[in-house]
């Protein structure tokens, strides 16, 4: 069993950055790829990031391709989304999850955080 806890949302200007965290427990962290995932107001949650178990291969939804980096520290058990150039698109709740593979496929993580807000001021 893994728990995942977000933590760095907030409310920001639009074109400010913002970076939100991932910290888990119960499980090492390294044995699982990991995810970022957002849900605005009315719309369905979809794919932001992800990142394989050791950090090596990244991908991202086009939305975001160039503004966000993630990447993890498997010594902290943590995951991490550094949000640059922020857009008042971006305004959602943010969840990471933790699964088997590297994917955009929500239903293939087993493990999610109880989310974050991000909003993005215009």
């Known amino acids: 069993q893994v728990q995942l806890v977000e933590s760095g949302g907030g409310l920001v200007q639009a074109g400010g950055s913002l970076r939100v965290s991932c910290a888990a427990s119960?499980?090492?962290?390294?044995?699982?790829?990991m995810g970022w995932f957002r849900q605005a107001p009315g719309k369905e949650r979809e794919f932001v990031a992800a990142?394989?178990?050791?950090?090596?291969?990244?991908d991202y939804a086009d939305s975001v391709k160039g503004r966000f980096t993630i990447s993890r520290d498997n010594a902290k058990n943590t995951m991490y989304l550094q949000m640059n150039k922020l857009k008042p698109e971006d305004t959602a709740v943010y969840y990471c999850a933790a699964g088997p593979a590297r994917t955009f496929y929500s239903v293939q993580y087993i493990y999610w955080g109880q989310g974050t807000q991000v909003t993005v001021s215009s």
């Open positions: 990142i394989s178990w050791n950090g090596g291969s990244t």
């Open positions: 119960g499980r090492t962290l390294s044995d699982y790829a």
